[in-house]
């Protein structure tokens, strides 16, 4: 126990527990103790970072970048960033327009941390990546949550947004494609929403962490290609975690108008400093040598996504968004809720979560965690056998509900 003068700080106490920790310690304990538990859950590619990439972290160790780099990221990694920007999209940056975090998350924590203050508002369109609220909380901003619809693909809603804006909105969270959806947004919802940015002077927030694990033909719309205005009122985050599976190295970076980038290193160099120098030449590694690993992550995605969709759709009352990018499936399972099992009733997406993990043995991801109750979140960056086994026992989980 805590000496009584010893109290936890308002900024924390105001952010709410996370919905998934009691579920999370639940698989874990089970696993501990041996149960065959099929995991759903995970947010991280299973293929291993590529071997060049892990060569160039164990070459720059041996050539001794083992010491403090510039707070921002070394200059090299920030020039590729800003080379690669021009190559994909057309996008003329400089290096002082970059910084490098510890990862993307870290990197949109420094965002809001620089942009926020009391009573400034947020809109956060739901389904939303977990994080998103807490880090608007903790930087003292309002997050004000615009639900999405599943009807619609998820597709950013340009109507609920304009109900949702105030005069104080000074900031919106654009996620395309998303976590936990999929959903990539389309060029008519972007086009309003770009309008509706510039006319009211918000801050765009672009995480495009899962930009190239899309599943369409062809690029994926980006507001900043959809209206060039937007430039001094964009800041884009993105990173290696994903797209390279390095999600261990903490290598992320934003992108955007020089005073909020440099707001964000002064918030950085009395923080983190700048992020591990061996992982920021593994990073310049990945983004500027062979191009073909996000290939062959959509090529091992492809056919899990196509069962996975399949599966849970041939399930009476589930309904499933084909997701467009990312590598998660979010089934709607609220045509259960209510029913019970051995007289516990299933009220909502953790009950049916805990449900899932006690009685089937799959870890999942409540959506309540996500800003949506109705569904679960699937990760399947995980074998085909194992989605094979793990459909089949949700199957029969759902079956066995009165
Ligand atoms: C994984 C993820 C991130 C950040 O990942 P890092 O591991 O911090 O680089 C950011 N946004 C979304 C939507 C993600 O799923």
Redesign the pocket.
């Known amino acids: 126990m805590l000496p009584e003068k010893i109290t936890l700080a308002d900024r924390v106490l105001q952010v709410p527990p996370s919905p998934t920790l009691a579920v999370n310690a639940k698989a874990k304990a089970l696993r501990a103790a041996g149960a065959d538990i099929l995991n759903f859950s995970v947010?991280e590619p299973d293929l291993s970072t590529p071997a060049h990439v892990c060569e160039a972290g164990k070459q720059a160790i041996d050539a001794g970048h083992t010491r403090y780099t510039p707070v921002a990221g070394i200059v090299e990694l920030r020039e590729a960033i800003c080379a690669r920007f021009r190559k994909e999209h057309g996008w003329e940056y400089v290096p002082e327009q970059v910084q490098v975090s510890c990862?993307?998350?870290?990197g949109?924590y420094n965002i809001f941390q620089a942009i926020l203050n009391p009573g400034d508002e947020v809109l956060i369109p739901a389904p939303y990546?977990v994080s998103y609220p807490p880090m608007v909380q903790l930087a003292g901003g309002t997050p004000v949550i615009v639900p999405l619809k599943e009807e619609n693909d998820f597709d950013l809603d340009p109507t609920a947004l304009a109900q949702y804006a105030t005069a104080k909105t000074k900031a919106i969270i654009l996620?395309s494609p998303s976590?936990p959806t999929g959903a990539v947004y389309t060029r008519a919802s972007l086009e309003a929403v770009a309008k509706m940015a510039y006319d009211h002077g918000w801050l765009v927030v672009s995480?495009d962490?899962y930009e190239e694990l899309t599943y369409a033909e062809g690029k994926i719309a980006h507001i900043l290609n959809i209206d060039p205005r937007l430039k001094e009122q964009l800041v884009i985050s993105n990173?290696v975690?994903?797209s390279f599976a390095m999600?261990g190295w903490r290598i992320?970076y934003s992108v955007g108008p020089i005073e909020v980038i440099k707001a964000m290193n002064k918030i950085q160099s009395q923080s983190t400093s700048n992020p591990a120098a061996p992982s920021q030449y593994a990073a310049l590694a990945a983004l500027t040598g062979p191009q073909d690993f996000p290939a062959q992550l959509r090529e091992a995605f492809l056919p899990r996504r196509a069962f996975f969709v399949k599966a849970l759709r041939a399930i009476k009352g589930v309904t499933c968004v084909n997701p467009m990018g990312a590598f998660y499936v979010f089934p709607n399972f609220s045509a259960y809720f209510g029913k019970s099992f051995q007289g516990k009733t299933i009220d909502g997406s953790v009950a049916l979560a805990d449900y899932f993990l006690s009685e089937a043995k799959v870890a999942s991801v409540p959506g309540a965690a996500f800003g949506a109750d109705a569904f679960i979140r699937f990760s399947f960056a995980t074998s085909m056998t194992v989605i094979e086994k793990g459909m089949e026992r949700i199957r029969l989980a759902l079956a066995a509900l009165q």
């Open positions: 947010g990862g993307g998350k870290h949109l990546w996620n976590n995480d962490m990173g975690s994903k999600t992320g």
